[in-house]
Structures are given as structure tokens and as C-alpha cells.
T-cell receptor, first 112, second 113 residues
Framework: ETGVTQTPRHLVMGMTNKKSLKCEQH?????MYWYKQSAKKPLELMFV???????ENNSVPSRFSPECPNSSHLFLHLHTLQPEDSALYLC???????????FGSGTQLSVL | AQSVTQPDIHITVSEGASLELRCNYSYGATPYLFWYVQSPGQGLQLLLK??????LVQGIKGFEAEFKRSQSSFNLRKPSVHWSDAAEYFC???????????FGSGTRLQVQP
């Protein structure tokens, strides 16, 4: 148990579907992140939230829509995705200024 | 902009042998440096980090890393590898005041019996 829980663990969706990924952290952290991990590529930062406010959007397409209702919860709403969006989506959280990230186990997304 | 290079995509070592995984970074100021490990189907777990001070950093599971400013490197080492160390290892760099890390492409470690 890392303190960061992601659901679902696996998701298969068609290109016309709408789905949401959920992340919850039980560590009392004030920052939360979405990262994308594709095969053979470095982890790509997608979004950063600090005290519920989005502080970074790394040029992510609008078909990915994040939501952070409070410091403990983070969502990634998905709609009209493309097959190349298939990847492992990792949520992370951190506290303070030491930038140490705590990761969830990820959601393995397949877009058909 | 900061960047991280892990030159070795895949490394195989025998159990009990020593290990060194390479990491080079590009960043103008003094970076924050990290090593993470990822087991199959899991998220990333922090092994160790360097912010300042002693350039030899001790981490969990018997790992250590050395920050060498002159070489822009932060190589990860372990004196004797165990079969359970087989995983993917990621080097990452951060900067003060920015809540995000830049990761390398990772090095997959295979351990032979």
C-alpha cells in the first residue's frame, strides 16, 4: 500500500467512449500529478495540481480533462481518445518542497 | 530545459554481481536528482534522492548513488544484486520551485541466477 490508490487498474475503451480515471491519496499531500507512461518512452508529465489549482498543463490534448475537487482526489476524464493514447497512466502526490513523488500503481488503458 | 539520459536500455547481471546504472542529466543549476524503481504492473517507488550536501547518497534496498557535477552524472550502484532487484529503473531530475520531475527512458535490469 503506497498511500496512492488508482482505479480502475485496467480499462479498455472505444474511441467514442467517455470514461474517467480516479486517483486518491491518503498521505495528506497537497500536490497531485498525472503522468503518462508509454512503451519505450520516458514518463511524460501531463498535469500538476497544487492545493486543487492546476499549475502545469504539459500541452496535453483537450480529450484529456483533469479534475481536482480537493487535495486528496484527482480525476482524468477521457473522451474521444485515439489508439495512440493507450498507455499506463500514473497518478502521484507530493508534499512540501522536497519534490519526492509517491506513485499509484497506475491504470493500464487500451483504446480500441 | 532539463533532460535526463539513461544510456543503457537493458542490462543483465548475474545474481551476486555488482551493478551500476548510468544517468546523465542536463540542467543549468544544481538539480534535485532521484532514482525510482518500477516492478511489473506497479507504480514507481523512490530508491533515493539527492538535494545537496554529501554527494554519495544511500537509499533503500542497499542502493547508493553518487552525484558528480563535473560529469553531470548520478549513477546508481549496488555491490551485490539480488534476483528481486529485477525491475525497471528510472533516473529523474527536478528543479527547485517546480512541482514536477523529468524522467529518463529507464533501464530494464534482468538478473541471472
Amino acid at each position: 500500500e503506497t498511500g496512492v490508490t488508482q482505479t480502475p487498474r485496467h480499462l479498455v475503451m472505444g474511441m467514442t467512449n467517455k470514461k474517467s480515471l480516479k486517483c486518491e491519496q491518503h498521505l495528506g499531500h497537497n500536490a497531485m500529478y498525472w503522468y503518462k507512461q508509454s512503451a519505450k518512452k520516458p514518463l511524460e508529465l501531463m498535469f500538476v495540481y497544487n492545493f486543487k489549482e492546476q499549475t502545469e498543463n504539459n500541452s496535453v490534448p483537450s480529450r484529456f480533462s483533469p479534475e481536482c475537487p480537493n487535495s486528496s482526489h484527482l480525476f482524468l476524464h477521457l473522451h474521444t481518445l485515439q489508439p495512440e493514447d493507450s498507455a499506463l497512466y500514473l497518478c502521484a502526490s507530493s508534499q512540501g518542497t522536497d519534490e519526492k513523488l509517491f506513485f499509484g500503481s497506475g491504470t493500464q488503458l487500451s483504446v480500441l | 530545459a532539463q533532460s535526463v539520459t539513461q544510456p543503457d536500455i537493458h542490462i543483465t547481471v548475474s545474481e551476486g554481481a555488482s551493478l551500476e546504472l548510468r544517468c546523465n542529466y542536463s540542467y543549468g543549476a544544481t538539480p534535485y536528482l532521484f532514482w525510482y524503481v518500477q516492478s511489473p504492473g506497479q507504480g514507481l517507488q523512490l530508491l533515493l534522492k539527492y538535494f545537496s550536501g554529501d554527494t554519495l547518497v544511500q537509499g533503500i534496498k542497499g542502493f547508493e548513488a553518487e552525484f558528480k557535477r563535473s560529469q553531470s552524472s548520478f549513477n546508481l550502484r549496488k555491490p551485490s544484486v539480488h534476483w528481486s532487484d529485477a525491475a525497471e529503473y528510472f533516473c529523474a531530475v527536478g528543479e527547485k520551485g517546480r512541482r514536477a520531475l523529468t524522467f529518463g527512458s529507464g533501464t530494464r535490469l534482468q538478473v541471472q541466477p
